[in-house]
Every structure is written in structure tokens, then in C-alpha cells.
């Protein structure tokens, strides 16, 4: 959407021709519907338990981003996530648990590198990924031998999985490719009333997705940078990370498409942000910067984030959908540092900068 389009309502009288008003419908949104948000109590969350039990979705908030979750033991449920978020079927979900015990259920040839990680880091944001057990069924797999398993430490998300009492498949609560979120009202968006229950639980902590470790080969793999430092986890595991290489599980959060907003993402440095701003040949542009606001922006049209990699983390999503919003062609998003700190948020600022094609350059 930009702020260029008419809506109907807006047009002169007699310009309300068939024609012209008609292409006009065409392309405006659905009026939205109300989505299902309830403040999560125990109410909602026993609620909430009873529809996962009876096959139905449930949104629910974790401290990196909010997730869409089924049963994982039931097929047909885990198959409505898939088809709420438009995902391709082969593509793998996480499974959640109260509790690191539950592990032994869903997860075979535990290596003892995983009850390290574990015991140091759960609950937590951080994802395992293992041998599967059997009963694990292949939906939430995508038919590979290995099953993502990870304990959130958000005080919701413990209290529906202890109230549901099984493992819950939920990737994030986004359309495929789209922007995690980390508010209800991100996932009422994108879904509206097509969830029977999004419980909401405030702002998400973390803001970023968990770091997920492949721990099913011959070495451990770090799969996806998120909310627990590789340096902290090379530290309890005694050993470096290997890299994901070309035998890596799949893991769709890896590939340049995702994690990205409607706009196009552009990463650059303060000066070059300042130019663009100054000469952007009537292209709309939005901004997030570091710190300090941009002179020639309407504020409307900026975020300014603090330079401090786990406040960033947290504002982030919230940012890229709120900037998305303004209707902007382009994002230009200031480069933050560099350095180990910051890996999750440059990886994550990467994807969404590598997912417009080449052509829609600025
Ligand atoms: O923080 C998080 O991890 C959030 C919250 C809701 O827990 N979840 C999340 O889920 O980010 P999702 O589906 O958006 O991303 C999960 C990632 C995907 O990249 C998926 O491919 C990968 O985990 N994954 C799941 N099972 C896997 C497996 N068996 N092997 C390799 N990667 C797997
Ligand atoms: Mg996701």
C-alpha cells in the first residue's frame, strides 16, 4: 500500500465511474475482521490448552517471537499450521515442551553435548535439533530423521505447554516470509480471525528467534544465529560451532527470503542514508536508524533504535512491520556494528535486505 492510493470514499463525485471505482475495490484490503486476542490468564490458557487438545491452533507468546502452535503428536492439526501460513509442507517445525524431560519423548540418541546445552540454557532461547523418536510424525519433521526440540522460558508459553501437557509444533506466528511477531496484535494482523485463539502476553522479551544448534551429526552446527550467544554455547560445549554446511538439515529461516517486509530493505551507512533521504526521486523511503533521528524525515516515516544489540533485538520486528506500514517502497535500514554482539540482528537484517530482487535497487 502507499499513501498515493484513493480509496473509494475519497474520490471526487463523478469520478466514481464503474470502471475506475471497480479497479479501485480491486485493490483495496479486506475490511478487517476482529482477530481472536485474549489477554492470556488462566482462563484463556486453559482455553487455550482445550483447543490445542482438540486439534485447533493456538497463538501464544515466547520470549524470542510469538508462535503458532498444534499439537505435535496430531498430524491433521500440524497440518493447519502449514496451511495458516501458507508454508511449504517439507519445510521442518519446532517443537516445544515444558520441561527438558519431555526430550526423551520426542527426541532418540541423546547426545550428552545436548543435556549440557540444556541444563545451561533452558528454558531458553535456544533450539536443539535432534535424532527423532519414532512417534514424532513427519509433518512436523518434514520427513527428515531429525526433530527441533526447545523449552521457551516465557511465563504463557510454560503455562500453556504444563496446561496442554504434550509438545507443541509452532513455528512463528507470521506468514511465510513475512516479519516474525513479537505482539499479538503483529499476529492478528496477519491472520485476523483465522486462528480461533491468539493469547496474548505483551512484547516479546528477545525479539529474535531462538539460535538453533544441530546436534544429530558428527559435530555440533550452529544452524541459525538467535536470542543465545554462540560464544556463550562454544563455551559449555568446549569445542567451536561448525558452520551450516551443504549435508545441514534444512532450515527455511536460513535462506535469504525471510524475515523479510513488503518494502525493500536496504542496509547502509549514516551518510549514505542521509544522501538517499536528501535525493530519493519521489520514491517513499522509511527509515530505522541508530540513536540519533534523521533530519529530513518526517518522524512518521522513521524509527530510531537504541545501539545496543538486545534492545535492537526487541524493537526490531516491531520496527520493520511498523516502517512496512507506512506504505514505503524502501526501508533503509542504518548498518549497525559488526561484531559478535550483533551477529543474530545482521543475520536476520540480511535476509530481509536479500529478499527484494536486484532490479527494485534505489
Ligand atoms: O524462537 C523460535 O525459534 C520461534 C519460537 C516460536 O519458538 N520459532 C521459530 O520457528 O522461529 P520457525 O518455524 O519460524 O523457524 C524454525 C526453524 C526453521 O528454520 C526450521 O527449518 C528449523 O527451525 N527446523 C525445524 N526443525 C528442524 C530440523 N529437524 N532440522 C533442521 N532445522 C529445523
Ligand atoms: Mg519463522
Known amino acids: 500500500m502507499s499513501q498515493e492510493t484513493t480509496t473509494p470514499e475519497a474520490l471526487p463525485p463523478g469520478e466514481a465511474g464503474a470502471g475506475h471505482a471497480q479497479g479501485l475495490l480491486a485493490e ?11 489477554v492470556a490468564n488462566d482462563e484463556t490458557i486453559a482455553e487455550g490448552a482445550a483447543l490445542l487438545r482438540a486439534g485447533e491452533l493456538v497463538a ?45 519423548a520426542f527426541a532418540r540418541e541423546i547426545p550428552d553435548a545436548a543435556r549440557r546445552l540444556a541444563r545451561q540454557f533452558w528454558p531458553g532461547p ?16 518434514g ?26 509444533a509452532a513455528p512463528s506466528a507470521n506468514k511465510f516470509g513475512r516479519v516474525s511477531p513479537t505482539t499479538a496484535e503483529h499476529v492478528g494482523a496477519d491472520f485476523g480471525t483465522a486462528i480461533p485463539l491468539i493469547l496474548d502476553g505483551g512484547a516479546s ?8 544448534v544441530d546436534l544429530s551429526g558428527e559435530a555440533p552446527r550452529l544452524l541459525r544465529p538467535g536470542g543465545v550467544p554462540v560464544a556463550a554455547i562454544e ?13 545441514a538439515p534444512r532450515a ?9 517486509p513488503r518494502a525493500h530493505v536496504k542496509l547502509v551507512r549514516r551518510r549514505e542514508m542521509i544522501e538517499i533521504v536528501g535525493s ?10 541508530l540513536e540519533v533521528s534523521l533530519p529530513r524525515l518526517a518522524p512518521a516515516l522513521q524509527r530510531v533504535v537504541p545501539a545496543v544489540a538486545a534492545q535492537y533485538a526487541h524493537e526490531l520486528y516491531a520496527s520493520l512491520r511498523a516502517l512496512d506500514a507506512t506504505g514505503a517502497d524502501v526501508i533503509l535500514v542504518e548498518q549497525p556494528p559488526q561484531t559478535p554482539a550483533w551477529a543474530a540482528v545482521n543475520d536476520r537484517l540480511r535476509r530481509a535486505a536479500g529478499a527484494a530482487p536486484a532490479s527494485d535497487e534505489t
Open 280 to 289: 530519493h526521486k519521489g520514491r517513499r523511503v522509511a527509515a530505522l536508524a
Open 60 to 104: 501464544f507468546p515466547t520470549e524470542t517471537v510469538y508462535g503458532l502452535g498444534a499439537d505435535a503428536l496430531n498430524p491433521d492439526a500440524v497440518a493447519k499450521i502449514f496451511k495458516a501460513k501458507g508454508r511449504p509442507a517439507d519445510h521442518p517445525v519446532i517443537v516445544h515442551l515444558a520441561a527438558a524431560e519431555g526430550v526423551e
Open 28 to 38: 483495496a484490503p479486506p475490511p478487517p475482521e476482529p482477530p481472536h486476542i485474549k
Open 205 to 212: 522479551p528477545v525479539g529474535i528467534e531462538s539460535t538453533i
Open 235 to 247: 563455551q559449555v560445549l568446549g569445542a567451536a560451532l561448525a558452520p551450516p554446511g551443504e549435508a
Open 252 to 260: 527455511p529461516g536460513r535462506h535469504g527470503t525471510h524475515y523479510a
Open 143 to 168: 520427513g527428515q530423521d531429525t526433530v527441533a526440540l526447545r523449552v521457551p522460558s516465557h511465563p504463557v508459553a510454560q503455562a500453556l505447554l504444563a496446561a496442554f501437557g504434550g509438545g507443541v
Open 126 to 141: 535456544l533450539t536443539l535439533v535432534l535424532k527423532r523418536a519414532e512417534r514424532v510424525p513427519g509433518v512436523v519433521t
